[in-house]
T-cell receptor
Framework: DVKVTQSSRYLVKRTGEKVFLECVQD?????MFWYRQDPGLGLRLIYF???????EKGDIPEGYSVSREKKERFSLILESASTNQTSMYLC??????????FGQGTRLTVV | AQSVAQPEDQVNVAEGNPLTVKCTYS??????LFWYVQYPNRGLQFLLK??????LVKGSYGFEAEFNKSQTSFHLKKPSALVSDSALYFC???????????FGTGTRLQVFP
């Protein structure tokens, strides 16, 4: 089975901190995604990557950046965390089928 | 631009009754449509997809979805609901140009014993 692993289930950070969310997949997928999930808004795409060192902005990239130095790892970076970035963050990778496989999610609270 | 809409925030159904969770889509070309389910404190799990072919698509856990091109709909169905089906369900469409998945706002399914 495909496994997508997010480094933390729960995080609490202070306003202004730089935050790193890590995601690793074990199936050599080219496409990887970062979404945030908020009640009533569904999943909104922050960034996605279709290859190493390649990235594309999604619908809500402001305040975020990403890094993909290796195929299996896709990192989301909050440059200066703010309270409105408190959310559930979901990482996914997709195969050519196509199907997306999601990690367990990271619930981030910014205080 | 591609989009999906889930018009119901919540669907309530009694165990053993049939269930339908609605989804409509808007795409510029051929639609690639998906259903995902999210159980509490979990990531999303793939249920089924429509790419081409039969309009009735069968998926995991006894779910199926009906693709209707004239109504631009892709409703999720199950003949007999289980309490364990209670979860959050997301419809999604794939953008042909970028491969990104665009999700609806989700529908919470509550199955009562």
């Amino acid at each position: 089975d495909v496994k997508v692993t997010q480094s933390s289930r729960y995080l609490v950070k202070r306003t202004g901190e730089k935050v790193f969310l890590e995601c690793v997949q074990d199936m050599d997928h080219e496409n990887m995604f970062w979404y945030r999930q908020d009640p009533g808004l569904g999943l909104r795409l922050i960034y996605f990557s279709y290859d190493v060192k390649m990235k594309e902005k999604g619908d809500i990239p402001e305040g975020y950046s990403v890094s993909r130095e290796k195929k299996e790892r896709f990192s989301l970076i909050l440059e200066s965390a703010s309270t409105n970035q408190t959310s559930m963050y979901l990482c996914a990778s997709s195969d050519p089928d196509p199907r997306a496989f999601f990690g367990q999610g990271t619930r981030l609270t910014v205080v | 631009a591609q989009s999906v809409a889930q018009p119901e925030d919540q669907v309530n159904v009694a165990e053993g009754n049939p269930l339908t969770v609605k989804c409509t889509y808007s795409v510029s070309g051929n639609p690639y449509l998906f259903w995902y389910v999210q159980y509490p404190n979990r990531g999303l799990q793939f249920l089924l997809k429509y790419i081409t072919g039969d309009n009735l698509v069968k998926g995991s856990y006894g779910f199926e979805a009906e693709f209707n091109k004239s109504q631009t709909s892709f409703h999720l169905k199950k003949p007999s609901a289980l309490v364990s089906d209670s979860a959050l369900y997301f419809c999604a469409v794939r953008d042909d140009n970028t491969d990104k998945l665009i999700f609806g706002t989700g529908t919470r399914l509550q199955v009562f014993p």
